[in-house]
Nanobody, 122 residues
């Protein structure tokens, strides 16, 4: 199982980024995929997750209405579209995967990517 994140970068407040989490070694069907982030000096927090069994999605209150998680099964990739970005969205963003029963914003997933840096600053 391998997860590779991409799409991070530097963006001004109010801007947008789309993060990608490319999975290999397994197919997403039947798995839960989550995005987490960790800001310097802070604990890792769950941002969003999606069930690739039934499409359920969950979002942290801090990102509801601004972030959208989605899956492209043909590409075996999960995306996180981030709009109206704020400086407090800055951090390293990680994707994580596990069996669908793990679907939640709690970081008890067994498979993790290396992370991609997102910096929101003017």
């Amino acid at each position: 199982v391998q997860l590779v994140e991409s799409g991070g970068g530097l963006v001004q407040p109010g801007g947008s980024l789309r993060l990608s989490c490319a999975a290999s070694g397994f197919t997403l069907d039947g798995y839960a995929i989550a995005w987490f982030r960790q800001a310097p000096g802070k604990k890792r927090e769950g941002v969003s997750c999606i069930s690739n069994s039934d499409g359920r999605t969950y979002y942290a209150d801090s990102v509801k209405g601004r972030f959208t998680i989605s899956t492209d099964n043909a590409k075996n990739t999960v995306y996180l579209q981030m709009n109206s970005l704020k400086p407090e969205d800055t951090g390293v963003y990680y994707c994580a995967a596990d069996a669908d029963l793990y679907l939640s914003l709690i970081d008890n997933y067994n498979y993790w990517g290396q992370g991609t840096q997102v910096t929101v600053s003017s």
